[in-house]
Nanobody
C-alpha cells in the first residue's frame, strides 16, 4: 500500500517490444502526474514519459517519441509504458514515479525494473 510497483522488464533484442506496468496507490488517481524515468548505465536518471489520470495525452522525451506510448487504466490504477522498436540505448532501469499537482518534484518512486536491449 502507498507504493508504486513496476513490472514487465526483461531482456529483448533490438527492434522488439516490451510493456512495463506500474501499479499505483488509489490516492494518486486524479491528484498526481505519473511518469516513467530511466537510468541508463553511466548516466543520470532521465525523464521518459508522463501522463495524468484524467487525460490520455502523454508527454515524451525526444529520444522515445514515436516509439514509446504511455497510457493509464484508471479502474486498475495502473500506468503502462509500451515500448516498441527498442534500441540498445534504451537499456536501463525504468522507474515509475508520481508527482502531486502543485509540487515541482516527483516524490513517489518505485523500485525499478531492468530493461536490457541486446544488439
Amino acid at each position: 500500500q502507498g507504493r508504486l510497483v513496476e513490472s514487465g522488464g526483461g531482456l529483448v533484442q533490438t527492434g522488439d517490444s516490451l510493456r512495463l506496468s506500474c501499479s499505483a496507490p488509489e490516492r494518486t488517481v486524479g491528484n498526481y502526474r505519473m511518469a516513467w524515468f530511466r537510468r541508463s548505465p553511466g548516466k543520470e536518471r532521465d525523464f521518459v514519459a508522463s501522463i495524468v489520470w484524467t487525460s490520455d495525452a502523454g508527454a515524451y522525451a525526444d529520444s522515445v517519441k514515436g516509439r514509446f506510448t504511455i497510457s493509464r487504466d484508471i479502474a486498475n490504477r495502473t500506468i503502462y509504458l509500451q515500448m516498441d522498436f527498442l534500441k540498445p540505448e534504451d537499456t536501463g532501469v525504468y522507474y515509475c514515479a508520481g508527482r502531486r499537482f502543485g509540487r515541482s518534484q516527483y516524490e513517489l518512486w518505485g523500485q525499478g525494473t531492468q530493461v536490457t536491449v541486446s544488439s
